[in-house]
C-alpha cells in the first residue's frame, strides 16, 4: 500500500479553510445550461491530511477552553466554598454562585466533546487507513490497468457522436455522459493529472459507456 503522504500535495490550513466555505459544485454555463463542476473540491484521499489537521487543531482549542475553565472553576470554588453554607452571604452573592454553577456546566459540556470528538478522528483515521485509502488503491489500479484514456475516448465518441433516433434511456445516458465530460473538460491541467480526480470519472464514464452500449444493443 502506497504511503500517504505520498497520495496528498500540501496545502495549507487557510486554503482548506476557505475550500471548507465554498465546498459546494460551481456552476458554469455550457450547452445552453448551467452545470455542476469539480473545481477546488475537497478530496477525500488528497485531502485527508490536511482535514485531520483541521480536526486536531479544533480539539486543541477544546482542551485550552477546557483549562481555561478549570483554572476559573478553581478561582471561583476557593472564593465561594468558605461561604457556602452561610446564606446570608449566599444571597448577597448569588449571582456568583450561579456564575460557578455555569462554568461546571460548561466544564461537562466540554469534556464530552474532547471525548466524542477524539473518538471521532480516530475512526477517521482507522477508516482512511484501514477501508478508504485500501480502495482508493484498489480502484486506482483498476482504472490503470483498464485504462483511463480509453474510457475517455468512448465518453468522447458517445457525447460527440451524430446518433438518431435514440431511445429515452439511451439519450438520458448520453446526456449523463456529457455533463460528466464537462465537469472535467473544465478542470485546470494540474488537476486533470491528478488521479483522484480521473478516478472520479473513470468510475462514472464506464458505467455510463457500458450502459449506453448496452441499451444500443
Known amino acids: 500500500m502506497g504511503k500517504i503522504k505520498?497520495?496528498?500535495?500540501?496545502?495549507?490550513?487557510?486554503?482548506?479553510?476557505?475550500?471548507?466555505?465554498?465546498?459546494?459544485?460551481?456552476?458554469?454555463?455550457?450547452?445552453?445550461?448551467?452545470k455542476a463542476?469539480?473545481?477546488?473540491?475537497?478530496?477525500?484521499?488528497?485531502?485527508f491530511k490536511k482535514v485531520i489537521e483541521h480536526d486536531k487543531i479544533y480539539l486543541g482549542t477544546l482542551q485550552?477552553?477546557?483549562?481555561?475553565l478549570s483554572l476559573y472553576?478553581?478561582?471561583?470554588?476557593?472564593?465561594?466554598?468558605?461561604?457556602?453554607?452561610?446564606?446570608?452571604k449566599r444571597l448577597k452573592r448569588a449571582k456568583e454562585f450561579v456564575e460557578w454553577?455555569?462554568?461546571?456546566?460548561?466544564?461537562?459540556?466540554?469534556?464530552?466533546?474532547?471525548?466524542?470528538h477524539n473518538t471521532l478522528i480516530?475512526?477517521?483515521?482507522?477508516?482512511?487507513?484501514?477501508?478508504?485509502?485500501v480502495q482508493y488503491e484498489k480502484e486506482l489500479k483498476e482504472m490503470k490497468e483498464e485504462g483511463f484514456e480509453k474510457q475517455y475516448k468512448i465518453s468522447k465518441e458517445i457525447a460527440e457522436g451524430n446518433h438518431k433516433d435514440l431511445d429515452t434511456k439511451c439519450d438520458t445516458i448520453k446526456t449523463e455522459i456529457m455533463?460528466?465530460?464537462h465537469w472535467f473538460d473544465n478542470l485546470d491541467d494540474n488537476n486533470k493529472k491528478d488521479d483522484?480526480?480521473?478516478?472520479?470519472?473513470?468510475?462514472?464514464?464506464?458505467?455510463l459507456n457500458n450502459a449506453f452500449n448496452s441499451s444500443l444493443k
Open 6 to 34: 505520498d497520495l496528498m500535495k500540501d496545502q495549507s490550513s487557510n486554503d482548506l479553510a476557505k475550500r471548507f466555505v465554498t465546498n459546494k459544485a460551481s456552476q458554469i454555463v455550457g450547452n445552453g445550461k448551467g
Open 37 to 47: 463542476t469539480m473545481r477546488d473540491r475537497i478530496l477525500p484521499i488528497r485531502d
Open 64 to 68: 485550552s477552553l477546557q483549562a481555561n
Open 73 to 88: 472553576e478553581r478561582n471561583l470554588s476557593q472564593k465561594l466554598i468558605p461561604i457556602n453554607n452561610d446564606e446570608d
Open 101 to 116: 454553577d455555569e462554568v461546571k456546566l460548561k466544564l461537562y459540556d466540554i469534556r464530552g466533546k474532547i471525548e466524542s
Open 122 to 133: 480516530n475512526d477517521k483515521l482507522f477508516h482512511f487507513d484501514n477501508i478508504a485509502l
Open 179 to 181: 455533463e460528466e465530460l
Open 196 to 207: 483522484e480526480y480521473n478516478l472520479f470519472l473513470f468510475k462514472a464514464i464506464r458505467r
